[in-house]
């Protein structure tokens, strides 16, 4: 039976560049090729995260990334003898690309770009790989725009010092054309493209933690095991100012820290993933420029630790996200979805608090249990908010009316035997002010939660203030309390009972005045310790099973509200601990 004749493709041709677009990178291009999904985080979600392979192609092209003579004219090259031109930067509004090429070489009429990689020569039939080639074709396309005469081009790997020459023929020009016009329809489609289906491109990716491809697949294909490729190991840490009258300055690559009638203490700035300032505290403005430009937040709390609000630079440019965060805020049918999810999740994780640390009762212990599973299932057929909210408040009242029986008798070291905790009683939740040292750490470790949810979602591209299930208010972060909600009993209450019953706060670290209780300087730099300590432990995830720290934990969880919010997956995953 003879071969049945194939149709063969037709390529799309891009829409027209609007006169106010800007102009893709030709770089864009050959992320493109490599992956479509890549090209669109990064051009049209302004998604960048930097990884050994992005720093060492910055360092490769330090050098001829200086500012050159200017590439001369078509006409001019014919009388002079093979010039050599550095960074040279041309446009096309036909083609809607802008080049910023390494090097251009001529020979008489005749221009040959040379584009500078990192790394060695691949042992290829074609020299390099797709996207390189295809990223070099454009640089000559662009230089043919202008006026010059291109055939060829040279791709130059800095490690094994080799020249690879790419012949710009039909074929390799039909693939560019493709792949432009691709790339610029993706950009105007406004649809994120889906994610590679395990592909060995992933684990090498910068942004494989922002585009968490294998979760993704995960719940498009329930089943599918993820890779650990989107947990990254942690470097850098807050740091934390609560010295009265403290002053925080640049010196270098370092931060000081000088205190009022004290020592100086530096930190590097490489080593800080945000600053933590507390009270009375003081930052000159060279310093916060610096933070700035490096995308570290800095935090204002009160001395009494309440959040007062985070200093970023021009913020994160993912207006894609915040639109899809907005309409689903202003649909009654999402927001209560998403908040019958996160309360009924709360729930379940204080029900979680109350097996692991009760030191009561086993009868006692079992109807807390089972009246907040009752509650937690009526989530499910909550109406409205405000039955929803009623929900929330009756299981926290059962909640802290049982908390008195997690916080238990202590190991006394000196006299070898359990002791009791009086000035650690605990009754019921009060604040604003809080009346007693529970209390008054409970409110803490939710401030410090806040912000760094606040500060999570920030970067991820949120609008912190503006939630589904808190109602907006000035000043309030209400995006931020409503995902943090399933995290307090995980995060914030753990913590406090680790570091009362581990002895880590101690009744004189309190100050009591008038109606309320707050922690000193030294009791609270413990307790800061506690709580960074508890985000820095591992878990294993239940859904995804790998292990990862609870900070980056609330990152991955972020980022995959965002996925439902895109529509990427069905539904929001909670984090539900056994």
Known sequence: MPDTPQQGELPLEAPPLPEDAPFLPTRMVNEYVYCPRLAYL????????????????????????????????????????????????????????????????????????????????????AGAYEPERVQLCVQGLLLEENGYRCTEGVLYFAESRERVRVVFDEELRQATRGAIGGLRLVAAGGRIPAPLSDSPKCPRCS????????????????????????????????????????????????IT?????????????????????????????????????????????SYGGWFLGHTVGLGHKNVELREAQYRASFSPAISLGVARSLVAAKIRNSRT?????????????????????????????????????????????????????????????????????????????????????????????????????????????????????????????????DLMEPFRPIVADSTVLQAINNGEVRPDDFLHGGAGTALKPVGRKRFIAAFERRLAQETTHPVFGYRLSMRRLIEVQGRLFGRFLMGEIKDYPQYLPR
């Not at 968490?212 to 490729?229: K, Q």
């Not at 009265?244 to 270098?252: D, E, I, Q």
């Not at 912190?464 to 995006?479: D, T």
């Open 42 to 125: 990064e051009w049209v979600q302004g998604e960048w995260a930097e990884s050994a392979d992005t720093v060492a192609g910055t360092r490769t092209h330090r050098r001829v990334d200086r500012e050159d003579r200017p590439l001369p004219s078509p006409k001019e090259l014919a009388e002079q003898e093979r010039p050599r031109t550095r960074s040279v930067t041309l446009s096309s509004r036909r083609l809607g690309l802008v080049a910023r090429i390494d090097m251009v070489e001529s020979d008489g009429e005749i221009v040959v770009p040379v584009d500078y990689k990192r790394g060695k020569r691949p042992h290829l039939a």
């Open 207 to 254: 942004l494989v933690g922002i585009c968490l491809p294998d979760e993704v697949n995960h719940f498009r294909r329930m089943g599918t095991t993820p890779r650990p490729i989107a947990v990254r190991h942690e470097e850098m840490l807050p740091l934390y100012v609560q010295a009265n009258n403290a002053r925080l300055a640049k010196k270098g690559e370092t």
């Open 257 to 301: 820290i000088t205190e009022e009638d004290g020592p100086t203490t530096t930190a590097r700035l490489i080593d800080v993933s945000q600053v933590v300032l507390m009270g009375n505290v003081r930052m000159t403005t060279p310093c916060l420029h610096e933070l700035m430009r490096r995308e570290i937040p800095v935090t204002w709390h």
């Open 353 to 481: 608090m109350i097996r692991r640390n009760w030191r009561g009762e086993e009868r006692d212990r079992d109807l807390v249990l089972n009246t907040l599973r009752r509650l937690a299932d009526r989530t499910r057929h909550a109406a409205d908010a405000g039955t929803l909210l009623g929900l929330e408040g009756e299981a926290a009242a059962v909640y802290f009316r049982a908390f008195a029986g997690l916080l238990g008798p202590r190991a006394d070291a000196d006299a070898g035997e359990a002791t009791a905790l009086p000035a650690f009683r605990f009754d019921r939740r009060n604040r604003r002010p809080p009346t007693d040292p529970v209390n008054a750490l409970l409110s803490f470790a939710y401030a410090m939660l806040t912000r760094s949810f606040s500060v999570t979602l920030s970067a991820i591209g949120f609008d912190v203030y503006r939630g589904v299930y808190h109602q907006p208010r000035y000043g309030r972060p209400a995006l931020a309390l």
